[in-house]
């Protein structure tokens, strides 16, 4: 083998070690989100995210074919007051749990293309800075619903 195919095949092998990692050392549970009112185009979704590895991962991009736009948030208390800010990236560190919660970091979902009514799922796609993926189909639940997860 010349030496540039065998960088090529280290270089692709290396990744594809780092892609693979994420669906194997990452666990999405108690996925929701919050049904809409009638007249809002808003909602926001929570989750938790376990790292089992040994390594941290980065949460760097969400989507949603729901919404016109689907951004990673976080909750901040500037002098008293609450507001919500993007952040460009989210991690994970080893052997952690990272929840996505009402209060702290969340998902919004802005511009829905449709209401979402309880009992829906709507597609959900988690972009890691290895470049993998995870795509999750979550359940439209009730604004009621965050006062049982906190």
Do not use: C, W
């Amino acid at each position: 083998m010349n030496l540039a195919r065998f960088i090529t095949v280290l270089f692709f092998s290396s990744f594809l070690t780092a892609y693979a990692a994420v669906k194997e050392d990452i666990t999405v549970s108690n996925a929701y989100v919050r049904a809409t009112p009638p007249g809002k185009t808003m909602t926001a979704a929570f989750l938790k995210l376990e790292n089992t590895s040994d390594q941290e991962h980065r949460l760097i991009a969400v989507d949603s074919s729901a919404a016109g736009t689907t951004e990673l948030h976080q909750t901040v208390n500037e002098q008293g007051l609450l507001k919500m800010r993007p952040v460009t990236e989210m991690t994970i560190a080893a052997h952690s749990t990272q929840e996505l919660q009402p209060g702290g970091y969340h998902i919004m979902l802005v511009d829905l293309k449709q209401p979402l009514k309880i009992g829906q799922t709507i597609p959900l796609t988690l972009s890691f800075a290895s470049g993998e993926k995870l795509t999750l189909k979550i359940p439209v639940k009730s604004v009621i619903a965050d006062v049982d997860n906190q």
